[in-house]
């Protein structure tokens, strides 16, 4: 059994930062990419940011050069940077980490409120 469990979320003031922290842990093999979706009320979930074992990186337009997606391979953790932050930015955060099988797992999620 796979388990992620997210760390970070809040409420900030518009422009400012956030840091959502997510370590998995169990029996885990192979992780291949580990990222970051988001759901607003009313709205569909939808991708933030996501890294490959090797480093690559991809972020929704939204957030490019706000975000910064970074993950620690030995402690199985991936994080999100988050800077300048908006209202619109106003989600739950939903981690995930998908094994070279296809396999995915998701965290439960954090809340990050935006205040303007």
């Known amino acids: 059994q796979v388990q992620l469990v997210e760390s970070g979320g809040g409420l900030v003031q518009a422009g400012g930062s956030l840091r959502l922290s997510c370590a998995a842990s169990g029996s885990i093999s192979s992780i291949n990419t580990m990222g970051w979706y988001r759901q607003a009320p009313g709205k569909q979930r939808e991708l933030v940011a996501t890294?490959?074992?090797?480093?690559?990186?991809n972020y929704a337009d939204s957030v490019k050069d706000r975000f910064t997606i970074s993950r620690d391979n030995a402690k199985n953790t991936v994080y999100l940077q988050m800077n300048s932050l908006k209202p619109e930015d106003t989600a739950v955060y939903y981690c995930f980490l998908e094994q070279d099988t296809g396999y995915a797992y998701w965290g439960q999620g954090t809340q990050v409120t935006v205040s303007s």
């Open positions: 890294i490959t074992r090797g480093g690559t990186t």
